[in-house]
């Protein structure tokens, strides 16, 4: 496939996650195993066939470790999307390259350009906008949007887990074992919650469905095949447009509002976040 065919794809089927979830109206730990678990078992006869699944004792652990880490990061955006707009919510949950950039700095010195801090810097005046600074001074934030930061937290903390792992192993081999870890663990919480995970309405299994399939598999194959031929930084950047077509789905399924200081907030948010991608001659290219 085109790579950039791919990668639009890909965009438009993860941007239907936030929609899905809302529309199942479950618990955010059931809707988060089944979009994983699903995902998994869709992937894995395939995998098993076709795929070599050896993997050296490193891998595999960076690969569970990354998969319960991904869970988490799962079910905390869903309490999240329960709790406060689907374009809010999954706005927040992108700013996982601003935690990247700030982790690497604090734990490995790793220094940024000055358009990471300039993109950063934008990105924190947009969340300003977006909760207000009234809320700022006197502490009163939506548990939503903590969620949803929280989200984006575990998703960077991800990031720096696995980067550099699918150097070495295939995508779908990763993608077979981060994704049984995560339904695992996922499946152990609902366990120990006493989570219901068979009394559903049709409509709340196709959202499972839905997310599983088109999210979770369609959609992150799609990313990742485009990853192999475009430039990270271009397909970061693209991927940001989520946010736009999960609040556009939102305004024509759900019926969500925006405010217009979350309109004028989300944007220079994502401006912020674009930005931290750029490196001085790439933005050299943009203006000329």
């Known amino acids: 496939m085109n790579p950039k065919v791919s990668l639009v794809i890909g965009i438009l089927c993860i941007s239907f996650s936030p929609i899905f979830v809302k529309f199942a109206g479950t618990p955010a730990l059931t809707s988060a195993f089944y979009r994983i678990a699903i995902g998994w078992v869709c992937l894995a006869p395939y995998c098993l066939v076709k795929e070599n699944l050896k993997i050296n004792r490193k891998d595999l652990l960076i690969a569970i470790a990354g998969g319960i880490v991904f869970a988490s990061d799962i079910t905390v955006w869903n309490i999240s999307l329960l709790k406060i707009s689907a374009t809010v919510s999954t706005l927040i949950a992108n700013l996982a390259p601003v935690w990247v950039g700030l982790l690497s700095f604090i734990l490995f010195r790793k220094r940024a350009g000055k358009l990471f801090w300039i993109g950063t810097a934008i ?97 992150w194959i799609t990313i990742n095949h485009s990853l192999r031929f475009l430039e990270s930084t271009k397909v970061s950047i693209a991927l940001l447009s989520q946010t736009v077509l999960a609040g556009f789905w939102a305004i024509l399924f759900i019926n969500e509002k925006l405010e217009i200081k979350e309109i004028i907030g989300s944007v220079v948010v994502l401006a912020g976040i674009a930005i931290t991608f750029l490196k001085r001659a790439e933005l050299n290219k943009v203006v000329n």
């Open 123 to 219: 990105a924190i005046a947009g969340m300003v906008i977006l909760v207000g600074y009234q809320n700022i001074i006197g502490l009163k934030f939506n548990i939503g949007i903590v969620l949803a930061l929280a989200a984006s937290f575990l998703y960077a903390t991800y990031i720096m887990i696995t980067s550099g792992i699918l150097q070495r192993i295939s995508i779908l081999t990763f993608m077979f074992y981060n994704m049984l870890a995560a339904s695992v663990f996922l499946l152990i919480i609902c366990a120990v919650k006493q989570a219901n995970l068979t009394s559903f309405s049709a409509t709340e299994w196709i959202c499972f469905i839905g997310l599983g399939v088109i999210c979770q598999v369609l959609g």
